[in-house]
């Protein structure tokens, strides 16, 4: 079965519908999955670095199956979150992103919810060529099956046409929404690309970072050195993190850096670095984290805070220009 990558949007600012339609989608705190399901297989969840992830989140699979299980394939587009009083927490959800396989108790304990907002693929035909607006009315329509058979937990997000982007901000900031995407009305989905057909907009800036080094002794970390590639494929560094650094998150987190620890830096002008953080441990770039932020100066990020590791997304992707 083919996996297909995800369209991605670029940071920006939202547009105003003078030149072209657009409609509006709030930006969750979640993890982005794609899921796909009927045809004659067995539901497949996978993220946007393309891992296959179907046991990490069970429930998803099964409510698909019970809804969709015996028409022909369906790709959904969307995200995964964990709701708590009504509002994605990604700290929640972080619980489910790094386990393979979810018992019935942590479902229980942790449940998800996921919400698509694009269907790429139904009953097998193709709809990526079809217009923004033609999907969201597919998806709709799966979404009323979704809500008859009930207690699922899937349900389609809402979208808003033709709004305008500052009655949007205003109401994402009122729901404590992480952000607002605009998408152009017309505009088909352009799977693996970044386009600007879809811009994002966080109310607070907030990237995924790879962490190249810490600070601290062998029991503690005092903070994170962060860093990410620019336009020539550089890695660079882009500042450093202490905020947001739990007791339990420094204990993981030095348990996942042992593998990685290098005698060397991985940057391409490591001298910088060193002269700021004396005495840094460095490690091989795998590690992703999600970082909130007021702004990406030339001295790096301002006012940082640490929102938790990505599992879902490739070290290889995480660049300079997304900050």
């Given at each position: 079965?083919?996996?297909?990558?995800?369209?991605?949007?670029?940071?920006?600012?939202?547009?105003?519908?003078?030149?072209?339609?657009?409609?509006?989608?709030?930006?969750?705190?979640?993890?982005?999955?794609l899921a796909s399901?009927?045809?004659?297989?067995?539901?497949?969840?996978?993220?946007?670095?393309?891992?296959?992830?179907?046991?990490?989140?069970?429930?998803?699979?099964?409510?698909?199956?019970?809804?969709?299980?015996?028409?022909?394939?369906?790709?959904?587009?969307?995200?995964?979150?964990?709701?708590?009083?009504?509002?994605?927490?990604?700290?929640?959800?972080?619980?489910?992103?790094?386990?393979?396989?979810?018992?019935?108790?942590?479902?229980?304990?942790?449940?998800?919810?996921?919400?698509?907002?694009?269907?790429?693929?139904?009953?097998?035909?193709?709809?990526?060529?079809?217009?923004?607006?033609?999907?969201?009315?597919?998806?709709?329509?799966?979404?009323?099956?979704?809500?008859?058979?009930?207690?699922?937990?899937?349900?389609?997000?809402?979208?808003?046409?033709?709004?305008?982007?500052?009655?949007?901000?205003?109401?994402?900031?009122?729901?404590?929404?992480?952000?607002?995407?605009?998408?152009?009305?017309?505009?088909?989905?352009?799977?693996?690309q970044r386009s600007?057909?879809?811009?994002?907009?966080?109310?607070?800036?907030?990237?995924?970072?790879?962490?190249?080094?810490?600070?601290?002794?062998?029991?503690?970390?005092?903070?994170?050195?962060?860093?990410?590639?620019?336009?020539?494929?550089?890695?660079?560094?882009?500042?450093?993190?202490?905020?947001?650094?739990?007791v339990s998150m420094?204990?993981?987190?030095?348990?996942?850096?042992?593998?990685?620890?290098?005698?060397?830096?991985?940057?391409?002008?490591?001298?910088?670095?060193?002269?700021?953080?004396?005495?840094?441990?460095?490690?091989?770039?795998?590690?992703?984290?999600?970082?909130?932020?007021?702004?990406?100066?030339?001295?790096?990020?301002?006012?940082?805070?640490?929102?938790?590791?990505?599992?879902?997304?490739?070290?290889?992707?995480?660049?300079?220009?997304?900050?």
């Open positions: 079965m083919r996996l297909i990558a995800p369209m991605l949007a670029t940071a920006g600012t939202l547009p105003d519908n003078t030149d072209r339609p657009w409609s509006f989608e709030m930006k969750y705190d979640g993890c982005r999955i399901v009927g045809g004659g297989h067995e539901p497949v969840l996978w993220t946007r670095a393309m891992n296959v992830v179907t046991g990490s989140y069970p429930e998803i699979a099964e409510a698909l199956t019970a809804a969709f299980g015996g028409r022909g394939r369906i790709v959904l587009d969307g995200e995964v979150v964990v709701l708590d009083h009504g509002k994605p927490s990604f700290g929640l959800l972080q619980r489910r992103m790094g386990v393979a396989h979810a018992t019935k108790p942590l479902q229980r304990r942790i449940p998800v919810t996921f919400l698509p907002f694009d269907v790429l693929s139904l009953d097998n035909r193709d709809l990526m060529s079809a217009s923004y607006l033609e999907r969201r009315a597919e998806l709709s329509e799966l979404d009323a099956i979704l809500q008859k058979v009930g207690g699922l937990p899937i349900t389609a997000p809402p979208h808003w046409e033709n709004q305008s982007s500052k009655i949007m901000l205003n109401a994402a900031k009122s729901a404590g929404m992480e952000g607002i995407l605009a998408k152009r009305s017309a505009s088909i989905y352009l799977p693996g600007r057909a879809w811009i994002k907009h966080a109310i607070r800036t907030r990237s995924s970072v790879l962490v190249i080094g810490f600070v601290g002794s062998s029991r503690s970390i005092a903070a994170l050195i962060l860093g990410a590639y620019d336009a020539e494929g550089r890695l660079v560094q882009v500042g450093s993190v202490s905020s947001g650094l739990t420094r204990r993981q987190l030095r348990e996942d850096f042992r593998p990685l620890e290098s005698p060397s830096s991985p940057l391409t002008d490591p001298s910088a670095a060193a002269e700021r953080f004396p005495g840094v441990q460095w490690l091989t770039p795998r590690l992703v984290v999600d970082v909130a932020y007021r702004a990406h100066t030339a001295g790096g990020l301002r006012h940082p805070s640490l929102k938790g590791r990505r599992f879902d997304v490739d070290f290889r992707s995480v660049r300079v220009e997304d900050l």
